[in-house]
């Protein structure tokens, strides 16, 4: 169950980026675009921390 958990939130992490990235990109949005990839960037350690997991 938890393995299920870590892969919904490797997902969601990548689709919230790029989606997220590639929205405000395209509304021409640009310093909302230095916000997004800063959360990006903030949130890479949890991420990496969850495909650990994942792949263990």
Do not use: D, H
């Amino acid at each position: 169950m938890k393995q299920f958990f870590y892969f919904i939130m490797l997902c969601l992490y990548i689709l919230g980026t790029i989606g997220g990235l590639g929205w405000v990109l395209y509304s021409q949005g640009y310093v909302i675009a230095v916000g997004v990839v800063t959360v990006a960037v903030m949130a890479w350690p949890k991420v990496r921390e969850y495909y650990n997991k994942l792949t263990e």
